[in-house]
């Protein structure tokens, strides 16, 4: 299993790194096909950087940033490579810049929020990209040094917000997806999409 990489579709931590290059195409070819399982992970070219055992889904890729993946990393002044080692992919910028930092959200729903700022970066709960004062009481800074020499510090701190988040879902039995608590349409007990469908208002 893979620290820190929680899958941005079911919401779990069970994710293994999706290994490149198979040895025999008939063994690929098979698996294409569902007649093999290759250690709960199919690999083929062009595949996400990590695969959910929960659901299957993969995502990320650790050679191949987005924009505002290489965005963060520029600002940081390192190698992609370095921002993947130390807090994963699936980072996207957001909003507007608050107090000179540029904050990105991973997850989705998003888990963590990451600031980036003068060669220093700070791990925050989601709100901080709106409230400076929940990344001042609750983030925590690393500088770029951190970044490249001790990523496990990083990826123990993103660990920690994602988890906490994740304690605040809830789970849609309709859509059977996990939501944010503000996206919970509690008195319904269903996401607030479900919610709206099930009321046909859309
Ligand atoms: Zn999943
Ligand atoms: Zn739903």
New binding site residues.
Partial sequence: MVCGQV?P??G?EDAVPVVRGLPDSALAQAADRGLVVLAGCVVFEDRGAFH?R??A?EWGSADDPTTDEQHLADLLGVSYDSVVRAIGTGWRRVGTDLAAVTWFLSGEPPQVAVGVAAGMLTLAPVSAVEDLSAAWEAGRSFTRDDVLCSPEWLAEAADEFARARRRTFRWCGRCRRPFAPEDFAGYRGTCVPCAERAGGTR
């Fill in positions: 899958c579709q079911c779990i959910c929960g659901c889904h």
